[in-house]
């Protein structure tokens, strides 16, 4: 059986009709039974948005070619985190085992392809608790077709059940566990701020889901496959978001069509590693004057 589809839409419809067009053009959509929860209007919602949850509301009152659509709206607003964590938990625990899209993803063709076949081969891993449809813009030619790492994606991810058992929802719980040496290793050498985003989690800053998933993997030693080219764009670094500001460093030219090669090595890619280390180094310097701009408009709006 494949693996059910789960999509969180809100407000942005111009970006789902954009995963829709993608999801539906998959060689498994007609296989795949897809479940839409869409979160409800905030409390004094301006009148655009309330016109854009709408308008993402209408995208499915049309037929699209997949098994089956489940379209289960909200009626009031639990934020994204609440949103995917309910909504993970609630089909999880009847089918098993999940492939979790957001609004903003743009997908290969053959991705679901990809997660199906990497989910059934993976199942009975203990330590694999996650695929990953997205890896970052980074030279392919460097890495195995598939590899392990001791991290997590939210840009178009599976799981199974027995994974999701291990999710912390208490941010708090979770910054108890590290020390110095879990706090380096967990921000990749303190080259991006994993750690400080879980603390502005715990001190309700923020509201992610996927940092509580990523520290509760850690603490798991779990690991999730990646592919050395991406079967998953994100076109939500565009200022849409509730986490994002515009940026084009996570951005791909293409896709990945191929099904690749799965490794049968279940230990971390140390070579993986330090290239996603690089990498975080090199954004930082790149996103700067965007974060700058971000900030600025965050404080004078």
Request: proline share 2%; with cysteine.
């Amino acid at each position: 059986m494949l693996a059910p589809v789960v999509l969180f839409v809100y407000n942005r419809p111009v970006h789902t009709a954009r995963l829709l067009a993608s999801l539906e053009q998959n060689t498994l959509a007609k296989e795949t039974d897809v479940i839409v929860y869409a979160d409800g209007c905030k409390v004094n919602a301006s009148d655009v948005d309330i016109q854009s949850v709408q308008e993402v509301r209408a995208l499915f009152n049309k037929n699209y070619g997949f098994m089956s659509l489940t379209f289960i709206v909200q009626e009031y607003n639990l934020g994204l985190a609440q949103s995917v964590i309910s909504g993970v938990t609630s089909v999880i625990e009847k089918y098993g085992k999940i492939i979790v899209l957001e609004d903003d993803l743009v997908l290969s063709a053959t991705f679901l392809e990809y997660m199906n076949a990497a989910l059934e081969k993976y199942e009975n891993e203990e330590q694999v608790m996650q695929i990953s449809g997205y890896w970052f813009p980074i030279q392919a030619n460097l890495l195995p077709d598939t590899f392990f790492l001791r991290h997590c994606s939210s840009w178009g991810w599976a799981t199974w059940a027995a994974s999701w058992k291990s999710f912390e929802s208490s941010a708090q719980v979770l910054l108890s566990k590290f020390d110095d040496t879990a706090v380096k290793t967990f921000d990749y050498g303190h080259s991006f701020n994993y750690h400080r985003m879980l603390r502005k989690c715990a001190n309700g800053q923020n509201d992610s889901w996927a940092i509580r998933w990523y520290a509760s993997m850690f603490f798991k030693n779990g690991l999730t496959l990646f592919p050395n080219t991406s079967f998953v764009n994100n076109t939500g670094n565009d200022n849409s978001g509730v986490h994002s500001f515009a940026t084009s460093v996570y951005k791909h030219s293409t896709l990945q069509k191929q099904i690749p090669n799965f490794t049968n090595k279940i230990s971390e890619n140390q070579i993986a590693r330090k290239l996603l280390k690089n990498y975080y180094l090199k954004i930082k310097i790149k996103m700067l004057p965007s974060y700058l701009i971000y900030l600025f408009m965050k404080i004078f709006k």
